[in-house]
Each structure stands twice: as structure tokens, then as C-alpha cells.
């Protein structure tokens, strides 16, 4: 059997640096690219790791650099798109140039890098395509309006690709996390702050604690990784993978509770 090779987006830290390194321990080869190569020395001495810089927000950068991984790797089977953050904060405050970053990266990181891939695996006949989304793809959470609009479009993205990609034998997949120790509740966290006369500071403060403590709880991160090599493994047409308990068991609760009584639940528990 051929060695399985991977590419991934985001991979300097949290689920992307510890996806690379569970898919080299499981033999495979893997393109980790970062948009800063040299942030992370442990990645570069890694064997079965190609390094590339990529920000996935270059639309140039990212149409080259595609070229140049599959040229280096002569195949890949599996892209992953992981980069991303999360914006924080009231939505009549953030800003249009805010709500257009967290969409640039997010969402159209994800289309750019798709769009870059498609011809070279519709020409091998096979790929599996694997989305990092979210439990905020699938539930509205209080000010995390933009990064859940995010994250609701790649998910909507997804499901459609699942039909059109089908006849070319490529799968597409949804990763979905509940709350991970990495860096996304912290360097990679952009908060929206509103002024004080837009009455959001009760709101904001209690809302901004309970994810505080929520992140203090939250699962360690190889259980991310493990999900994204079984979502790139399996076979048949189930999409959506969530990762983790916690995003099992509340994807559970809103599958099987009319969703107004999650909702009550859920603001008896967040707002003031
Ligand atoms: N942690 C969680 O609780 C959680 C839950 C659900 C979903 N997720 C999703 O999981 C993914 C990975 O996040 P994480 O938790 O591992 O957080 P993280 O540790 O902050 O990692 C985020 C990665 O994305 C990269 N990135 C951000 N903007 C980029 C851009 N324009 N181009 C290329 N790379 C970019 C960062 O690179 P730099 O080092 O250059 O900043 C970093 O490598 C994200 O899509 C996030 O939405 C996370």
C-alpha cells in the first residue's frame, strides 16, 4: 500500500500542529504549512514533514503554493483545512473590517484552498476533503455571531460539496470541536470590546466568564487529531465528525430536544 499523504493549513499550534505529528505517527507524509515556517522548530526537524509558508488569506500564495506541495509529494489524499480563529465580542460593535477578516480566514481560506485542489484530485480520481468546523457551526453561541457565521457557511459549503464531488470520488468531511486547549481562547482570540453606551458590558462580562471557565475544562487536543485521521480513514457518507465529549454529548442534547428548550436552557446559564 502506498504511503497516504496529507495537507494541512494552520499547523504552527493547537489541532493543526497536533494533527501533523498523529498522522506522521501513523506513517503518513504530510505538507504542514504555517504562515510562519520558522515558528515552530520541533515541525522542522520532523521526519515525513514537508514545511511550506501559507496564509491562506493570499489567494496568489495559495493557487503556487498547491501547485508546489503536490509537485513535492507527487500525490496528496487528504487536505485539510484547519486555519482559523475565533472573533469575540457584541455584533453591533465589530467592525466591517473585522466581520470581513474573520470571513476571510475562516470561510474563504477554506473555498480558496479547495478551489486550488479540485482539478488535481478530480485528475487522480480520489481525495478526501476534511473542514474544521465546530459545535459553533452547528449552534448560535452569545458573541461569537461572526465566527459562528463562519463556521455555519463552511458547513453549508461542505454539505453541498458532498453531492457535486461525489461522482469524482472525492469525499468531504466536517470535524467538529467542542472547546479544545489550544491557543483559540487565547493568542489567537480577537475580542471585539463595544463602549459602554451600547448596555452590553452585564452581557459581556458574564458571557466572556463562563467561556473563561469553559476553556479551563476543556479537552486536550489529540483528541482533535484522532478525530481527523478517523473522519480522512472511514469509508461510506457520513460528514459530520464531532470531536470531543463535549461536543458529542451537546450535539446529542440539540438533536434530540426541540431547539427552544436548548435555547432556554442555554440563556438561563449565560445571560445576566
Ligand atoms: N480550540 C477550540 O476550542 C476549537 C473548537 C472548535 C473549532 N476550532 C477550530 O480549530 C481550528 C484550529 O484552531 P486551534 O484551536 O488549533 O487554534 P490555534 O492554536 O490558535 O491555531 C490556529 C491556527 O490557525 C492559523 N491561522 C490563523 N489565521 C491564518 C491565516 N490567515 N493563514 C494561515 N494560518 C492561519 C494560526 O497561525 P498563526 O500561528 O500564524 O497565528 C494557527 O496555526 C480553527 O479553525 C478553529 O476555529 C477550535
Sequence with gaps: MSIKKAFITGASSGIGLATVQHLVEKGWEVAATLRRPDAVPELQQQSGVRIYALDVCDS???KEL????????GHIDVVINNAGYGAIGPFEAASEEAV???MDTNYMGTVRVIQAFLPLLKAQKSGVIINLSS???RLGFPLYNIYNASKFAVEGLTESLYYELHPFNIAVRLVEPGPIKTEFNGRSKQE????????YEALTTKVLGFYDQMFQHAEEVDVVARTIY?????KGSRIRYP??????LLLLLNKLTPGAWLRR??????LP
Design 230 to 234: 478517523r473522519a480522512a480513514t472511514r
Design 192 to 199: 471585539v470590546v463595544a463602549p459602554d453606551h451600547l448596555g
Design 60 to 62: 496568489q500564495q495559495v
Design 243 to 248: 470531536a470531543g465529549r463535549n461536543a458529542q
Design 265 to 270: 436552557i442555554s440563556r438561563a446559564i449565560l
Design 66 to 73: 498547491v501547485q508546489q506541495a503536490w509537485q513535492d509529494m
Design 100 to 102: 470581513a477578516r474573520q
Design 135 to 137: 459545535i459553533a457551526g
